[in-house]
């Protein structure tokens, strides 16, 4: 199977542009990227009582591309395994014969390449963050590592570069001492490990299947739902101490209660992978992920126009 993906016929250049864009699932990465980026790059300008200027957009992009990457790396190495469920072989353009393999590794060294390029505008300690989050992006799924299959790395690998260390990665653009943010980091990257252990929660039966050993497997169901509660209060913890420590401003209780209105009422029916929402969890998350932007949207736009005022 393996040498077929390799070795496939080249698709026309327009379908191999379309493989590669499907191949990045840009829409399930920018919306909680964007965010985690600006909001860590926002804690440090209030932190340091500096301006947000054009690095944030080149760490940012540099967070998604990371992210993209990892996405990108996992359809690659996934895709015998996709091939047999009709569901993921649909969605994955190694599959379909949109890309075959060989082109969607040259398309990850480009990713890659430009990645590193970018987080290095934002300094040493960013370019650091940015290498180790692309190195676990690949490990995850790369088969002679493949984090994603063993108990606990599978959590912590994947929490790692899909939360904290993108928040990390906006905050050393303008400060180096994180101080108490570090609680910050700790509460997403706990929020991300609730999100990874309740994927695999509903994913149970076919990971299963499928022989895999993770870390919900290993735990069984219940214990794992005690997992997830402990590190949603954990998570909530993390936050409620960094702020009683004033590492947020005081007047973004205002936006926090905006962006709760905001979340309040959508009502959403698919996730950003297009999948169809079911059940009060999935429901949560998605509003959730509307209330952080709505949340981070406003703290960016008011701190934008401080600037503008103190520069006029």
């Known amino acids: 199977m393996n040498r077929a993906l390799d070795n496939a016929k080249s698709p026309p250049v327009r379908q191999q542009f379309k493989g590669i864009v499907q191949l990045t699932r840009w829409k399930e990465t920018v919306p909680f990227v964007v ?104 490990l995850y799924s790369w088969k002679p590592v493949r984090l994603k299959a063993y108990p ?29 943010v570090w609680l910050v980091a700790a509460g997403a990257t706990m929020f991300s490990v609730y999100g990874q252990l309740y994927n695999q929660v509903r994913d149970y039966d076919m990971d299963v299947a499928a022989g895999l050993k993770n870390t919900t497997i ?46 309040s009422l959508v009502n959403p029916s698919s996730d950003p992978r297009g999948k169809v929402v079911e059940g009060g969890g999935s429901k949560m998350q998605s509003r959730g992920l509307v209330m952080f932007n709505s949340f981070v949207a406003i703290w960016f736009a008011v701190t934008l126009v401080q600037q503008l005022l103190i520069a006029f």
């Open 152 to 180: 606990v790395t599978d959590v912590v690998s994947h929490s790692l570069m899909l939360s904290g260390l993108l928040m990390l990665a906006g905050y050393f653009i303008y400060h180096s001492a994180p101080g108490d």
């Open 218 to 263: 290993l735990l069984g169901k219940t214990n794992t739902m005690r997992a997830i509660y402990t590190t949603v209060i954990i998570a909530i913890s993390c936050i409620v101490v960094a702020i009683l420590r004033g590492v947020f401003p005081f007047w973004l209780l205002l936006a926090l209660l905006v962006a709760f209105g905001v979340g």
């Open 35 to 138: 965010p985690l980026s600006v909001a860590g790059a926002l804690l440090a300008v209030n932190a340091a009582h500096s301006q947000v200027d054009w690095r944030l957009i080149a760490v940012m992009i540099a967070n998604v591309l990371a992210v993209t990457y990892a996405f990108m790396i996992n359809d690659i190495e996934d895709a015998p395994d996709d091939a047999l469920d009709p569901e993921r072989a649909q969605r994955n353009p190694i599959t379909t014969g949109l890309l075959n393999r060989r082109l969607g590794y040259n398309a990850c060294l480009v990713t890659a390449v430009v990645t590193l390029a970018l987080y290095a505008t934002g300094g040493w300690y960013v370019f650091i963050i940015g290498v180790i989050t692309l190195l676990l992006s690949h």
